[in-house]
């Protein structure tokens, strides 16, 4: 396994972006010396600021202050000669304003606070635009369709392992001044933190709950306080009702509230239908907003991410059953339904402004069941309903129709299945909120944001066509000040401009003066790049365009796997992960084949690649103007980010194909090899310029650290200068010799277990007649190496097979003894198998190439079948056992039956029931090892298989 000690993260105290986002925002505006236009009012003069608009709590001082400096900042003095006035004109909806601009005064005009604070920042905007102290003559109003925009603090604590951090509960202030001021500036007019019932909640069912409270409330109260004086409110984010733990004392007290049956993590679902847990519930909410006055709202995960209610049962994809005697006689609509409304109720009665938004977290690609778009029809009064925009999101891709899980900026959505709620929801009059990501999501989220406003403008277009009001801007990343927010902040607002050209050219205004035509057209370039992002949430999780430039390059096979995208240590071990392993196929199988991703990968790099050209020609204009050359420094880091995803791609396909092939011409394969790794050092090189100027570069907020940080880069150089040395030389030289390359890992030298796979014509009536049992000259093995704690009977389910061919599939042929067969169907009758997990099956595991994952075919005792691509399979039973017949087309595995090289598998038997550590128990052709489980990859270990050479 490769491994190696990395240098040590940066520390939080040198988060420097920490600290830049307290500096003051205005500090020089870079603007050329011009007259006005006729069309202009001219404020070079001086313009004095007269507030005349209601501000009882004084909300508005920071708004003000923020104008006073930003007219300093362009050298207007603030006495005489031009006014800017507020006051009131009555207004439909909150944050809408008017402006008139004449030649003397300016009026910014609205009915309450907040629509003066984006009619200052408007007329800022306009000046920016203008590259000067002019306003356009004229008169301008604006209202925004997407009344609550909701992001997050980017540096917050995520109150998550491995760190658990509460920011309730330090002393931290997580929202600067100027920090908020930039995030007001961008639109964001809410911000989400996390809370949990039993920590914040001393109800009367629950008296032991709140130990801290008081310290929690304090500063929320605080937060809140802060937050609102720049016209954010503050949301408390929570997944509630919470499953009881299986030994809490409140159920021994109200056993009613727990008789939904065990979840996956052995706790209690929650049942909402009794007495107490409807007064818990309101009491709860109740209490919190209470205790934190202008607290702005509750978003509440209802379903979907940890167990909660009786729904839980269900997933939402339809797999599972209600055991709640009371939830199996309702629909399951109304169990939602019956824990929001408590919920709304005790808001509602605290504070009859705060919003409770109910998020159906469905992330899922598979389809989702009937019982969901059910939902969205019976949503309780008051109550606004969530919804991922993009999960289902469905594409071609060279080809092949993909279909992605949650949060795309490269594939903008909406969903069929968002569309459906939306209007399913609208239609009975329920409010809707879109959960987007805004500046980056899973895709690549170690940068402050991706330069692609155009796919903002899609998304946004498409929630006001289906007149969504609300959106939750982010989860943990993709929320830092800057283009993407303000271009979110924009979009919000009627007038709606249709023309995507039109907005990015008023966009890129704002920054770019006179450059902003060849900005949108590099953006564009971007953009066009970026939609060929692999759709598929395995590249998300661990694809390379993360961090790719810190990963080795291994011109020696490893196996070693990938590691999430998401953290920097494991959270089983608390270690920091080793650095990216070479079993690529890990990031996109199985939907996407190697080819596939190269080819995509290739088309993001090179149209990237474009569009930093195109800054690059103006980057020279900027030497003074810090903010626009970190603009460009993160369009360059992107740059880098992609090219390795790219070249690692390369790399390891180059690798693969030589390791195969003979002769002299593998030399040309090692020099293309060589070349890569040498463009990945200068490139390192950039990077680390790249990275000592800026620190946002390589953090990522769920991970709270880096995934790529300068120490962390130097390491990498020095590891790619070591394999060009020494691995680079030694192929060569045995290249040159005429040996052939580890011939161990393609299997042209078998070591270890293997079995031979004949041809045998009538293969498939094997198949077809599963009880004719085994055809003549096929090799057996056993699987017989158990994993069953000493003691556990071992010895009579012994476990035969063989594998054969025929042109068109693979077969494994096997026969299971089994003393029980009677007790063994009567519980598999007795229990749910849709699945294999706790039922007698046979696994066929197969690993179709060199670092893919292997795939899992399976067979259960009871005569049900796994279907996947072709898969087929039949079984018989008799008194003593059960056997059966697996057929595997070659196609379905990518195999070329003319071409057929060694692959690697293993033989599982799992017996029903029993557990060990979270692994099923069995017995295997091979040994187990099992790796810490990994998001949708499981435990395996690549060295537990053994081989399969055809004859
Ligand atoms: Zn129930």
């Known amino acids: 396994m490769f491994s190696q000690v990395l240098p040590p993260q940066p520390t939080a105290d040198q988060w420097e972006f920490v600290h830049e986002l307290q500096e003051p925002l205005w500090k020089a505006h870079h603007w050329a010396a011009r007259p006005p236009h006729?069309?202009?009012?001219?404020?070079?003069?001086?313009?004095?600021?007269?507030?005349?608009?209601?501000?009882?709590?004084?909300?508005?001082?920071?708004?003000?202050?923020?104008?006073?400096?930003?007219?300093?900042?362009?050298?207007?003095?603030?006495?005489?000669?031009?006014?800017?006035?507020?006051?009131?004109?009555?207004?439909?909806?909150?944050?809408?304003?008017?402006?008139?601009?004449?030649?003397?005064?300016?009026?910014?005009?609205?009915?309450?606070?907040?629509?003066?604070?984006?009619?200052?920042?408007?007329?800022?905007?306009?000046?920016?635009?203008?590259?000067?102290?002019?306003?356009?003559?004229?008169?301008?109003?604006?209202?925004?369709?997407?009344?609550?925009?909701?992001?997050?603090?980017?540096?917050?604590?995520?109150?998550?392992?491995?760190?658990?951090?509460?920011?309730?509960?330090?002393?931290?202030?997580?929202?600067?001044?100027?920090?908020?001021?930039?995030?007001?500036?961008?639109?964001?007019?809410?911000?989400?933190?996390?809370?949990?019932?039993?920590?914040?909640?001393?109800?009367?069912?629950?008296?032991?709950?709140?130990?801290?409270?008081?310290?929690?409330?304090?500063?929320?109260?605080?937060?809140?306080?802060?937050?609102?004086?720049?016209?954010?409110?503050?949301?408390?984010?929570?997944?509630?009702?919470?499953?009881?733990?299986?030994?809490?004392?409140?159920?021994?007290?109200?056993?009613?509230?727990?008789?939904?049956?065990?979840?996956?993590?052995?706790r209690l679902l929650f049942c909402p239908f009794s007495e107490a847990a409807q007064t818990y519930l309101y009491e709860a909410v109740n209490g919190i907003f209470t205790a934190v006055p202008n607290l702005g709202g509750l978003i509440n995960i209802s379903h979907g991410e940890r167990s909660t209610s009786c729904l839980s049962a269900l997933a939402a994809t339809g797999q599972g059953t209600m055991h709640c005697p009371v939830c199996s006689q309702k629909e399951p609509w109304e169990i939602l339904h019956a824990s929001l409304s408590a919920m709304e109720s005790g808001m509602r009665d605290a504070n009859p402004q705060a919003a409770l938004i109910s998020w159906l977290y469905m992330p899922q690609s598979d389809d989702l069941a009937d019982w969901v778009y059910e939902i969205p029809a019976h949503t309780p009064e008051n109550v606004i309903l969530q919804f991922n925009f993009e999960s289902g999101v469905k594409k071609q891709q060279l080809g092949s129709l993909q279909t992605g899980g949650d949060y795309w900026l490269s594939a903008p959505g909406p969903s069929d299945r968002f569309v459906r709620v939306a209007r399913t929801a609208r239609d009975h009059g329920a409010r809707v909120s879109a959960k987007i990501q805004t500046g980056c999501s899973h895709e690549v989220a170690s940068v402050p944001f991706v330069p692609i406003p155009a796919q903002l403008h899609q998304k946004f277009s498409s929630m006001r066509e289906l007149g969504v009001d609300t959106a939750m801007l982010c989860w943990y990343f993709g929320n830092y000040p800057g283009l993407m927010n303000k271009a979110a902040g924009e979009l919000s607002f009627e007038p709606f401009s249709e023309s995507s050209e039109d907005f990015l050219l008023s966009l890129a205004q704002i920054y770019w003066g006179d450059d902003a035509q060849t900005v949108c057209e590099a953006w564009r370039r971007f953009t066009e790049g970026y939609v060929n992002y692999p759709l598929t949430n395995m590249f998300q999780y661990y694809g390379p365009v993360h961090d790719g430039p810190v990963w080795p390059l291994l011109l020696k096979p490893q196996d070693a796997p990938l590691n999430p995208t998401w953290q920097i240590s494991s959270p089983h071990t608390l270690e920091p992960f080793p650095p990216g392993g070479d079993r690529i196929g890990e990031s996109f199988c199985p939907s996407h084949t190697l080819e596939q991703v190269l080819e995509l990968t290739r088309q993001m790099t090179e149209s990237w690649d474009r569009g930093v050209a195109l800054l690059e020609s103006i980057e020279h204009r900027y030497v003074n103007d810090r903010q626009r050359l970190l603009d460009?420094?993160?369009?360059?880091?992107?740059?880098?980010?992609?090219?390795?995803?790219?070249?690692?791609?390369?790399?390891?396909?180059?690798?693969?194909?030589?390791?195969?092939?003979?002769?002299?011409?593998?030399?040309?394969?090692?020099?293309?090899?060589?070349?890569?790794?040498?463009?990945?050092?200068?490139?390192?090189?950039?990077?680390?310029?790249?990275?000592?100027?800026?620190?946002?570069?390589?953090?990522?907020?769920?991970?709270?650290?880096?995934?790529?940080?300068?120490?962390?880069?130097?390491?990498?150089?020095?590891?790619?200068?070591?394999?060009?040395?020494?691995?680079?030389?030694?192929?060569?030289?045995?290249?040159?010799?005429?040996?052939?390359?580890?011939?161990?890992?393609?299997?042209?030298?078998?070591?270890?277990?293997?079995?031979?796979?004949?041809?045998?014509?009538?293969?498939?009536?094997?198949?077809?007649?599963?009880?004719?049992?085994?055809?003549?000259?096929?090799?057996?093995?056993?699987?017989?190496?158990?994993?069953?704690?000493?003691?556990?009977?071992?010895d009579d389910r012994k476990t035969k097979w063989a594998v054969c061919r025929d042109d068109a599939a693979l077969y494994l042929l096997f026969r299971c003894v089994e003393p029980n067969m009677n007790t063994l169907l009567e519980l598999e009758t007795a229990e749910n198998t849709s699945t294999a997990i706790g039922t007698d099956s046979v696994i066929l595991k197969l690993e179709p190439r060199r670092l893919y994952p292997c795939r899992r075919f399976v067979v259960i005792a009871g005569g049900g079948t796994s279907t996947e691509g072709d898969f087929g399979a039949t079984v018989v039973r008799a008194d003593d056992g059960w056997q059966g017949t697996m057929r595997i087309p070659f196609a379905s595995i990518e195999l070329d039956p003319a071409t057929l090289t060694p692959i690697r598998i293993d033989v599982q038997r799992l017996l029903p029931g029993e557990q060990t550590s979270g692994n099923n128990v069995g017995f295997f052709w091979i040994e187990q090892h099992p790796f810490h489980p990994r998001l949708r990859l499981g435990a395996d270990n690549p060295a537990d298989l053994g081989w399969v050479v055809f004859e």
């Open 38 to 266: 006729a069309s202009e009012a001219d404020l070079r003069h001086g313009a004095k600021i007269v507030a005349g608009s209601d501000d009882p709590d004084g909300l508005l001082a920071t708004a003000y202050d923020d104008l006073k400096r930003f007219l300093r900042t362009g050298d207007v003095c603030l006495v005489a000669d031009y006014t800017i006035e507020t006051g009131y004109t009555p207004t439909d909806i909150p944050e809408t304003f008017h402006v008139e601009v004449t030649p003397h005064r300016c009026r910014i005009l609205a009915g309450e606070t907040e629509g003066i604070r984006r009619g200052i920042f408007f007329i800022e905007d306009e000046m920016l635009r203008a590259g000067g102290p002019f306003l356009p003559l004229g008169t301008a109003e604006r209202s925004p369709f997407i009344r609550r925009r909701i992001s997050r603090c980017f540096f917050g604590p995520i109150k998550r392992p491995p760190g658990n951090r509460d920011e309730l509960m330090d002393e931290v202030d997580y929202y600067p001044d100027e920090y908020l001021n930039r995030l007001a500036h961008d639109g964001v007019n809410g911000l989400w933190l996390t809370i949990e019932f039993r920590a914040l909640c001393n109800t009367s069912i629950t008296p032991a709950y709140g130990q801290d409270a008081e310290k929690r409330l304090v500063k929320l109260r605080r937060t809140v306080d802060k937050c609102r004086r720049y016209g954010i409110q503050t949301y408390v984010f929570c997944i509630e009702p919470r499953a009881w733990e299986p030994d809490s004392p409140v159920l021994t007290r109200h056993p009613e509230m727990g008789r939904g049956g065990t979840t996956y993590d052995s």
């Open 632 to 794: 460009i420094g993160v369009a360059k880091a992107l740059a880098i980010q992609f090219r390795s995803g790219y070249n690692i791609f390369r790399f390891y396909d180059l690798r693969e194909k030589m390791l195969r092939m003979d002769g002299l011409e593998l030399l040309d394969l090692l020099d293309e090899m060589r070349s890569i790794a040498e463009e990945e050092l200068a490139n390192n090189q950039t990077l680390l310029a790249l990275c000592e100027r800026d620190s946002r570069l390589g953090f990522h907020s769920e991970a709270e650290g880096y995934k790529y940080y300068p120490a962390k880069i130097r390491w990498r150089m020095q590891q790619l200068r070591d394999v060009l040395f020494t691995d680079f030389s030694e192929f060569e030289h045995s290249i040159r010799n005429g040996q052939l390359l580890n011939p161990e890992y393609t299997g042209r030298k078998i070591t270890g277990p293997s079995v031979v796979c004949r041809r045998v014509p009538d293969a498939a009536s094997c198949w077809e007649n599963p009880e004719r049992g085994f055809p003549e000259g096929v090799e057996f093995r056993y699987s017989e190496v158990s994993n069953l704690a000493p003691g556990q009977e071992t």
